[in-house]
């Protein structure tokens, strides 16, 4: 592991002995999610996986720290400074409407067109066509907006979607499409629907769901 490397013949902080073997073993997923396999695989999928596992470690951090409140300072302190915990992604969970972001790639606006923050910033129901369900090219995440998310955490693009999902996405498709109806059809002062974009060339599993939600509708 390479942080093993740095903290050899360093001394550590009291409480370390308890997480170590749990970060040992995310460092080793980590390991793996870059080395896996590229093949079928579009070079933006590469770092979803990579991004999810560097989420869930610092999160196991960030729970001892400030949810159950058993970690020091000094431990927090120390893995911070020794790069194992995110200090800076960490610091924005603490912020209303940051409680789960993904990542801090999702709100450098740099990165985005027009100069926005990433379509998982945006609300579920403030959707229109695939990108309900469709993950940021970046991160995989499809929504990390406080309240959007499922078990305390993002909706990745292997999150599984249950039926009451699907139930509940069905519905938001069939209360739409009413108001993409003719504007003869919606009677005075409505304003047409947009229609829905076009589905671009989605992962075969994103397209799954994708697919199971419209035969709900």
């Known amino acids: 592991m390479a942080y093993r490397r740095r903290l050899k013949n360093k001394k550590t902080p009291e409480g370390w002995q308890l997480i170590e073997e749990v970060i040992e073993d995310f460092e080793a997923q980590m390991k793996e999610?870059?080395?896996?396999?590229?093949e079928g695989k579009r070079k933006n999928e590469l770092t979803w996986k990579i991004t999810r596992?560097?989420?869930?470690?610092?999160?196991?951090?960030?729970?001892?720290?400030y949810k159950r409140k058993v970690m020091?300072?000094?431990?927090?302190?120390?893995?911070?400074?020794?790069k194992i915990a995110d200090g800076a992604l960490i610091?924005?969970?603490?912020?209303?409407?940051?409680e789960i972001?993904?990542?801090?790639l999702a709100i450098q606006k740099n990165n985005h067109n027009f100069g926005t923050t990433s379509h998982c910033r945006v609300p579920l129901r403030n959707r229109t066509g695939h990108q309900r369900i469709s993950p940021d090219v970046q991160?995989?995440?499809?929504?990390?907006?406080?309240?959007?998310?499922?078990?305390?955490?993002?909706?990745?693009?292997?999150?599984?979607?249950?039926?009451d999902d699907v139930e509940?996405?069905?519905?938001?498709?069939?209360?739409?499409?009413?108001?993409?109806?003719?504007?003869?059809?919606?009677?005075?002062?409505?304003?047409?629907?947009?229609?829905?974009?076009?589905?671009?060339?989605?992962?075969?599993?994103?397209?799954?769901?994708?697919?199971?939600?419209?035969?709900?509708?």
Not at 33 to 38: I, K, R, S
């Open 101 to 104: 972001l993904c990542s801090l």
């Open 168 to 217: 509940a996405e069905a519905a938001g498709q069939q209360h739409r499409s009413q108001w993409a109806q003719p504007d003869k059809e919606l009677g005075p002062g409505r304003k047409r629907g947009a229609p829905e974009a076009e589905v671009e060339d989605l992962p075969d599993d994103v397209r799954q769901r994708l697919d199971a939600i419209k035969s709900a509708a």
């Open 139 to 163: 991160t995989g995440c499809i929504s990390c907006c406080s309240g959007d998310g499922k078990f305390g955490a993002p909706i990745w693009w292997n999150t599984p979607v249950d039926d």
């Open 72 to 82: 020091s300072r000094e431990l927090y302190d120390w893995l911070v400074r020794e």
């Open 53 to 65: 596992i560097h989420w869930e470690k610092n999160r196991f951090i960030y729970d001892l720290m």
């Open 33 to 38: 999610a870059v080395n896996e396999e590229h």
């Open 91 to 98: 610091s924005k969970w603490r912020k209303p409407g940051y």
